[in-house]
């Protein structure tokens, strides 16, 4: 399953954004032993709604992620060791969390709500992790280039090296370009400022409707448009009282404020599309699923991705994409409109296909 850790300062909303999310969709909240909370969120999918309308099943199943709540402000976490960085260390992604919602009761991180001051901060102290693993490697890497005459070694320390040129400027990993070998070279560090980082900019109830919100500060941060970074925002005081509503109150709610929809599902979604993920859905009378796949995927490895063993005796996959099936109201109808497509191990599924496999065994 897919990780994303929520981070930021203290006080910026962290908390009040993970039970939103373990609140309004199904989430199982799990307190783990420490002080970081885990809780699996299922991504809102209108798709799947509709697939699940169609066939009735006993079972929908939507796709998930696993949020952590980290506690306190990332900085001490950094600086408190690496117990600490361990438990953001191991995650997929980020989720920052940068306070912009004005509240005398609650101080806030740096004395002031400065979104900018406090994203820079943040920004800088997760660069600075990343370089302090850098010169620990190089140092290393030093010797053992000149002693060993490794090419392998050689390699790395090109790669390594190519990083603390970036994070000496300031430029979070996840900007830089890197080879497929690079990435290898690099992957065991599992540095911070490399995971794809989605900025949440946690709004005033007066700014709620503002939709431009988030796009007006990516591109004062220059953060538009750079590769693995994404901004949102949401009103952390408006969602947590639309999770306790109906949907018909929540409706009504949400016009008084002027929202079209709501701030969480967008940055679900956001999170999602960040990770470079697409869904593929199974259907039938018993379930209705969508599974979760790196865009890309082929259809083995979407097989794989349900069983190994459907995967190991994969023949065909059966494919029909989710217009077309919608559109034709059954999957026999599909067939007879020849909408239907059998495909093979190396077939590259795409985003919503409804996909059936043959297989043996
Ligand atoms: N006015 C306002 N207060 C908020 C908002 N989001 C969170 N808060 C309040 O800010 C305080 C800190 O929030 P919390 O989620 O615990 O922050 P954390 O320290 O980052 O986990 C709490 O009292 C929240 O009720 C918001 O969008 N608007
Ligand atoms: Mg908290």
Not at 97 to 116: C, I, L, Q, T, Y
Not at 303 to 310: C, L, N, Q, R, Y
Request: with cysteine; proline share 3%.
């Amino acid at each position: 399953m897919l990780r994303i850790a929520i981070v930021g300062l203290a006080q910026t909303g962290k908390t009040t954004l993970f039970h939103i999310l373990a609140h309004a969709h199904g989430a199982q909240a799990a307190s783990s032993r420490t002080e970081t909370h885990v809780g699996v969120v299922a991504v809102p999918d209108s798709r799947l709604d509709r697939l699940s309308a169609m066939y009735n099943p006993k079972k929908t199943v939507p796709a998930s992620i696993e949020y952590l709540d980290t506690p306190g402000s990332v900085i001490d976490l950094l600086r408190s060791g690496a117990r600490g960085a361990a438990s953001i260390k191991e995650v997929d992604a980020l989720a920052h969390v940068v306070r912009a919602f004005h509240n005398d009761a609650v101080p806030a991180p740096s004395g002031e709500v400065n979104p900018k001051a406090d994203l820079e901060n943040t920004d800088l102290e997760l660069i600075l992790s990343d370089l302090a693993v850098v010169e620990k490697r190089l140092e290393r890497l030093e010797k053992d280039v000149k002693k060993l005459k490794n090419p392998v070694l050689e390699r790395e320390f090109e790669a390594v090296q190519k990083c603390k040129t970036a994070l000496e400027q300031q430029i979070p990993l996840r900007q830089l370009e890197f080879s497929e070998e690079e990435r290898k070279l690099i992957r065991g560090f599992t540095f911070l400022s490399l995971k794809p980082m989605v900025y949440v900019l946690n709004l005033d109830e007066s700014d709620a409707a503002r939709t431009e919100a988030a796009d007006e500060f990516a591109a004062e941060m220059g953060l538009a448009r750079k590769p693995r970074t994404a901004v949102t925002a949401v009103c952390g005081r408006i969602e947590a009282e639309l999770a306790e509503l109906s949907d018909a109150e929540a409706a009504e709610f949400m016009q008084s404020y002027g929202l079209k929809e709501s701030a969480l599902a967008r940055f679900i979604r956001t999170g999602y599309r960040l990770l470079d993920l697409i869904s593929f859905f199974t259907v039938g009378e018993d379930e209705c699923r969508a599974w979760t796949i790196h865009a890309g995927s082929t259809a083995l490895d979407a097989a794989g991705e349900i069983h190994s063993d459907i995967q190991k005796g994969f023949i065909r996959a059966e494919v029909v994409a989710y217009d077309d099936l919608v559109a034709a109201g059954s999957l026999n109808e599909a067939k007879a409109r020849g909408q239907f497509k059998l495909e093979g191990k190396e077939y590259v599924v795409h985003d919503g296909e409804v996909v059936h496999f043959r297989h043996s065994g």
